[in-house]
């Protein structure tokens, strides 16, 4: 049985690591490198890093950000954030990340999902579905855009469906109803997602409590990452990892 995998998520506004609730309100969280470390150290299983920056010079600023914090890591980094294409990929995993998270490019250019997974690998190949409750409809979630900017006219849980056709190797899946906030993942959204794509799904968005994450495993997460609580010191991986091994849930120790 694969073992349940805690992800701590840097997002990188300007090269400092930043955190809001629904994308909005960003307030400074750290050095990205230190993040980085210092969850590593925590026992943290893998690093999402996410480029939330508005302008192309900090965008092109991340791959040294990325360059920096792999000399810290020995675990799996997963990078994203404005991937527009295959040779952005390439050159993150040539900054040294192991993953490469797309959301954007890839609803606009499908694609871009079977070209990397052909040339990099599923492994390597990440999508990234930020997902916002149409609360007009039952069981529908939209598929956002553009840092939560942009509603498409795609069904969340489809659209996952869909990158695993086309060779993607795992989901990462934001509730944006729910980031920041703390009030829980979206495991509703969890449920359409789980049902719709055979691919690991990482939970994200939410997350305030161990109980938060047994409840996302229990509902078909291979992974949760979480922000919030981590940056603002509410508790440790270390303190999550073993509250989840008392509970029965098997983590890498
Ligand atoms: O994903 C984006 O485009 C984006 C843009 C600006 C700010 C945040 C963004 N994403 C939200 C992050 O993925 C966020 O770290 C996760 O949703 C985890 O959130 P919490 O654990 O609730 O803090």
Redesign the pocket.
Same mark, same amino acid.
Do not use: E, H, P, Q
């Given at each position: 049985m694969l073992k349940s995998r805690i992800i701590p998520?840097l997002?990188v506004n300007d090269g400092r690591v930043?955190?809001?609730v629904k994308?909005q309100n960003?307030r400074d969280a750290g050095s990205p490198v230190e993040l980085a470390a210092h969850y590593e150290a925590q026992g943290a299983d893998e690093l999402v890093v996410?480029d939330?920056s508005a302008t192309r010079q900090a965008r092109l600023a991340m791959l040294e950000t990325i360059e920096e914090v792999r000399k810290q890591l020995s675990i799996p980094l997963t990078v994203g *954030?404005g991937v527009g294409s295959v040779e952005d990929a390439g050159r993150l995993l040539g900054a040294g990340a192991d993953k490469v998270s797309i959301n954007s490019a890839a609803v606009r250019n499908p694609d871009l999902i079977n070209e990397m997974a052909d040339r990099f690998g599923a492994q390597c190949t990440v999508v990234?579905v930020?997902a916002k409750r149409d609360t007009s409809q039952e069981n529908f979630w939209q598929v956002m855009t553009r840092? =939560?900017t942009q509603g498409e006219p795609l069904d969340a849980a489809k659209w996952a469906g869909e990158a695993q056709q086309r060779g993607a190797g795992e989901i990462l899946l934001?509730s944006f109803d729910?980031? =920041?906030?703390?009030s829980g993942y979206d495991l509703e959204l969890m449920d359409a997602v789980v049902a719709a794509c055979s691919l690991p799904v990482i939970a994200? *968005?939410?997350?305030d409590s161990v109980q938060h994450m047994v409840e996302a495993f229990e509902h078909g997460a291979h992974a949760v990452?979480?922000?919030?609580?981590f940056h603002d010191k509410n508790m440790t991986v270390a303190d999550v990892k073993r509250d989840l091994a008392k509970m029965g849930i098997e983590v890498r120790q």
């Open positions: 998520c997002d930043v955190k809001g994308f960003l996410l939330v *954030g990234a930020d840092s =939560g934001t729910r980031d =920041g906030t703390r994200s *968005g939410g997350a990452l979480a922000a919030s609580i």
